[in-house]
Each structure stands twice: as C-alpha cells, then as structure tokens.
T-cell receptor
Framework: GIQVEQSPPDLILQEGANSTLRCNFS?????LQWFHQNPWGQLINLFY???GTKQNGRLSATTVATERYSLLYISSSQTTDSGVYFC????????????FGTGTRLQVFP | NAGVTQTPKFQVLKTGQSMTLQCAQD?????MYWYRQDPGMGLRLIYY???????DKGEVPNGYNVSRLNKREFSLRLESAAPSQTSVYFC?????????????FGNGTRLTVT
C-alpha cells in the first residue's frame, strides 16, 4: 500500500521562527489534507489541498501531486502552534481510504 | 456553530460492560466516521457512514456497532467492552463522501476499560 512519510519527525522552535513540514507519499493520490492535533488532543483541519497552494493566516500549504509531496509552512510560530501535524492522503487506487502520515511533533518555546 | 460534538468526554468501563458513544454534527454533512487513536498506531477507521441510511466497516470494526440515527447523528456502541478497546475515540464528518471534502473531527472521547 501507499507509504506516507513526514519529516522532520520532531521539531523544536523558538517563538517567532519559521518552519517547513514535509509530507511525501509513495503513490498517486486523489486528495490530501493537513491536520493539527494540539496538546489537548483536539484534531483541527488546516487545509484540504489536492494540488496547488493555499494560505490561511500564518499557515500555508503547497501540494505537488505529480512529484508526490506536500509542504506546510508555518511563519512567525507561536506557542499555540505546538502539537502534532499530520498529513493524510486518499490513494488513487482506493478512494475509500484516508491514509495518515507518521506525523511531525512541533514544540514552540517562548 | 458547534461543529462535531461528542459525548461523553471521558468514560471508564469494566470488562464486559456496554456503552454508546454519541456524535452529532450541525454542518449538514453527508458523511460521518468513527476513528480510534492509539499510541504508535495512529488513527484507524472503525466504521463510516457515507450518507444517511448507510454504514460500512472500516479497518478495525470488530467489537463495535454503529447507528446512523439521522443525518446529524452517528453513534458507536461497544456491546461487551474489552481492555483492548481502551483508546481515544474520534467522530468526524465531511460534506462529501470518499474524503472529497475537508474532514472535521470532534474533541474525542477517552475510554478506559479495566
């Protein structure tokens, strides 16, 4: 089946720093989503982004489906950005499945 | 809008007891899902309902049953709880089936089975 790998696995930042999280997938996908799980366990949908670039405040995401990766940019990070970031993909060979990536754990310190 | 609401937030059961986890969404979404999240295992789909009146098994359906009561509500029932069902359970919904629209999660139910 499809492999969805995220990098880096862990990231520690000081408040105000910028970061780029990467999601690589091993097969073609129909669509892709990014989620943030905060330290209280809540899962928030950040982007639904099958292709192209989207921005929402300090966050933006780019998916290049033909090259099998997506990037999540966090600018001017804040402590509230801490948590785990997941990408999730729907493989083209089975559109009933949503496959979650391995996650990137981000810690932002003041 | 409340989004996706799950009850209860926490629950402790003894082995063999039964319970129902409730989920309701107010976004007029067609599809609803139940996931469990375990350390090292990630999120795994238990059951889903592509539209009102339909339900289908996901990756780990054994030991669970579901009911799509109406378009808003999707409940998950544990008939005879086992320690292996200790987990955090998330309900989710999306406007379209097939994950062709954003997936929105509830805040989760932390279940412990002793």
């Amino acid at each position: 089946g499809i492999q969805v790998e995220q990098s880096p696995p862990d990231l520690i930042l000081q408040e105000g720093a910028n970061s780029t999280l990467r999601c690589n997938f091993s097969d073609s996908v129909n669509n892709l989503q990014w989620f943030h799980q905060n330290p209280w366990g809540q899962l928030i949908n950040l982007f639904y982004i099958p292709s192209g670039t989207k921005q929402n405040g300090r966050l933006s995401a780019t998916t290049v489906a033909t090259e099998r990766y997506s990037l999540l940019y966090i600018s001017s990070s804040q402590t509230t950005d801490s948590g785990v970031y997941f990408c999730a993909v729907v493989p083209s060979y089975n559109t009933d499945k949503l496959i979650f990536g391995t996650g990137t754990r981000l810690q932002v310190f003041p | 809008n409340a989004g996706v609401t799950q009850t209860p937030k926490f629950q402790v059961l003894k082995t063999g007891q039964s319970m129902t986890l409730q989920c309701a969404q107010d976004m007029n979404h067609n599809s609803m899902y139940w996931y469990r999240q375990d350390p090292g295992m990630g999120l795994r789909l238990i059951y889903y309902s592509a539209s009102e009146g339909t339900t289908d098994k996901g990756e780990v359906p054994n030991g669970y049953n579901v009911s799509r009561l109406n378009k808003r509500e999707f409940s998950l029932r544990l008939e005879s709880a086992a320690p292996s069902q200790t987990s955090v359970y998330f309900c989710a919904s999306s406007e379209k089936g097939g994950y062709n629209s954003p997936l929105h999660f509830g805040n989760g139910t932390r279940l412990t089975v002793t």
